[in-house]
């Protein structure tokens, strides 16, 4: 079991999540 996959799986999430925030925050942009 590799921890890896973990951390990987752990960045994407918050990168959707901090892109989902910026989304709500500025709707103009998108």
């Not at 960045?11 to 998108?30: D, G, M, Q, S, T």
């Amino acid at each position: 079991m590799t921890p890896v996959l973990e951390i990987t799986g752990l960045v994407v999430a918050i990168a959707l999540l901090v892109y989902l925030v910026v989304a709500l925050v500025l709707p103009e942009r998108f």
